[in-house]
């Protein structure tokens, strides 16, 4: 039976990454309550606005469809700030240990060191404990910035009760601004582009779970490997508190039920790219790697980056244009199936996709069960660390030869269980590669690759072939944290219920 979910009770943004559906810039405000009862006022005042995930009219009609919204708001709440919020003791000891020690004090686990370790974040989060996200996503500047008046208005009506915190780093060197900026990037003609500054196409693949109303087909690839060699929707509860996981178990959620059922989890992360080192390591390598520079960028992520084609499919040059040729008469249906329809059970051996790939690493599919055995299922490994990846990218790069400068991404991820769903990717799949065969490798793009103790990769070749493997020797850091926490995204009856003060664990 398709499992319903009550969508109006869900907020919008667990269901939907927003940039998708046109909503491409956006605004994102961290606040802090300074007293909990004008808090709760506040906290209702908003909830009236907040975007639910109800279906849009013309994007997936039926039962209560609303008209696709121009801006859309959502809210949610650090462990610091529903204790500010007076939510009783008996609910917030519910609260998983991974939320409560909140992103800053996970650091050993993240791999949060060197350049990303939390002294170098941005001002923002060096002092006092930030308690509320406040997202807004619009479809233009113009409507970000109403609803932004609109929140600085109710803020002004706390009359101290809740603080908009500065201190973001933003362009020509500013570090005290009031909120995080970001959007989709544009190309040189002033085109939408689903691009990130390292010039790949970002935004392809995205988990299917079920009672979410979407597209037929878009769970090929995106949902779970069956055994008939199909895809099936994952269990809802992989993202959504109050319902059951991929184990039939419920995951671990602070009572009332009814306080925790319907929310979810999400990790905040303004995450720096550095193009310049980027740039000039693809160029260094390229000179010595046996194909072309954009074979070798593509080996990095395990997708092209001029239209995402992946690897598995197109995994050399030759591959690649008979990929296009067949891409460019697709309907959009046939190039969804092409971008996303695969697994890596026709490679083995990495050499398509390497083992240290940012795809394979992220999501390795059915990769990590070729010997069977135990894990007959496919996907057995896998299924359970799936994450939901919101936001967009931020800042522009003006020079390409440079790091410096603001840009990057915000990622903001969704998933029921912080510990066993992100923390353990960025860990085990990111800064370590033994469930790869790949030893202490880290994935080549996040990795935590430093100076002292520069990284390495192996871009595999088919053990039959008389070539030899390509090694990416003193890989250097691409990517740099500067900053983030772990949120609690609540449903709307659990917001109402926090407004009046009612969350009642008894
Ligand atoms: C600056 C940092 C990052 C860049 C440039 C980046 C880039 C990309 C690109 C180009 C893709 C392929 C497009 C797609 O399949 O949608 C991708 C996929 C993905 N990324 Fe990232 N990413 C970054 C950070 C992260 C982080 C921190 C995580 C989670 C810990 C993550 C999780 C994923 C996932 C889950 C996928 C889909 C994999 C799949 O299902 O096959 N990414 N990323």
């Known amino acids: 039976m398709t499992k319903t979910l009550d969508l109006m009770d869900i907020q919008g943004n667990i269901t939907r990454a927003y940039g998708r559906f046109g909503l491409g810039f956006a605004r994102y405000l961290f606040l802090r309550i300074h007293d909990g009862i004008k808090g709760m006022s506040f906290v209702g005042a908003v909830t009236e606005k907040v975007t639910t995930a109800a279906r849009w009219i013309g994007v997936e009609d039926g039962p209560n469809a609303i008209e696709k919204p121009k801006v859309a708001t959502n809210i949610a709440f650090t462990y610091q700030g529903m204790k500010a919020l007076q939510v009783p003791r008996a609910s917030l000891i519910g609260f998983p240990m991974e939320f409560v020690m909140g992103m800053k004090n996970r650091q050993d686990i993240l791999g949060d060191e060197g350049a990303s370790a939390p002294e170098h974040w941005d001002p923002l989060w060096q002092d006092v404990p930030v308690h509320i996200l406040i997202t807004i996503d619009g479809v233009a500047p113009d409507f970000i910035e109403e609803r932004y008046e609109w929140l600085l208005g109710l803020i002004r009506q706390s009359e101290g009760g809740i603080e908009l915190l500065t201190g973001h780093r933003g362009a020509n060197g500013a570090d005290d601004l009031p909120y995080q ?178 795809l394979r690493r992220i999501n390795p599919r059915s990769a990590l069960e070729f010997t069977k055995g135990a894990f007959e299922t496919p996907g057995a490994l896998s299924d359970r660390r799936r994450i939901l990846r919101r936001g967009l990218p931020y800042g522009q790069t003006s020079n390409p030869a440079r790091d410096d400068g603001e840009h990057g991404i915000i990622i903001m991820m969704v998933n029921a269980d912080i510990g066993r769903q992100f923390e353990f990717v960025q860990q085990q799949w990111i800064n370590y590669g033994n469930d790869f065969k790949a030893g202490s490798d880290k994935e080549i793009l996040l990795g935590n690759h430093d100076k002292e103790n520069p990284g390495k990769a192996v871009i595999q070749v088919d053990p039959d072939s008389d070539r030899a493997p390509f090694f990416l020797k003193n890989l250097p850091r691409f990517v740099e944290t500067r900053g983030g926490d772990y949120f609690f995204i609540p449903s709307l009856t659990a917001l109402r219920m926090i407004a009046k003060g009612i969350v009642d664990p008894t």
């Open 181 to 358: 900026d970001a959007h989709i990037l544009f190309d040189e003609n002033g085109n939408p582009t689903p691009k990130e500054h390292f010039g790949y196409t970002d935004g392809i693949s995205d988990p299917v779970f079920e009672g979410v109303p979407d597209v037929p087909g878009r769970v090929l690839g995106r949902g779970k490997p069956t055994r008939e060699g199909g895809w099936a929707p994952l269990a809802t509860g992989e993202f959504i508190l109050g319902h059951v996981d991929e184990a039939m178990e419920y995951p671990p959620a602070p009572n009332p039920v009814l306080f925790s059922r319907n929310g979810s989890f999400m990790i905040y992360r303004k995450l720096h790219e550095n193009v310049g080192t980027f740039n000039a390591y693809l160029d260094e390598q390229s000179e010595h790697f046996p194909g072309s520079k954009e074979l070798l960028a593509a080996k990095f992520v395990g997708r092209w980056r001029d239209n995402g084609a992946p690897l598995i499919h197109a995994p050399d040059e030759e591959s690649k244009k008979a990929w296009d040729a067949r891409y460019a008469t697709a309907s959009p249906e046939e190039k969804d199936k092409m971008l996303s329809d695969f697994d890596y059970t026709n490679d083995p051996n990495g050499s398509r996709c390497p083992f240290s790939s940012h």
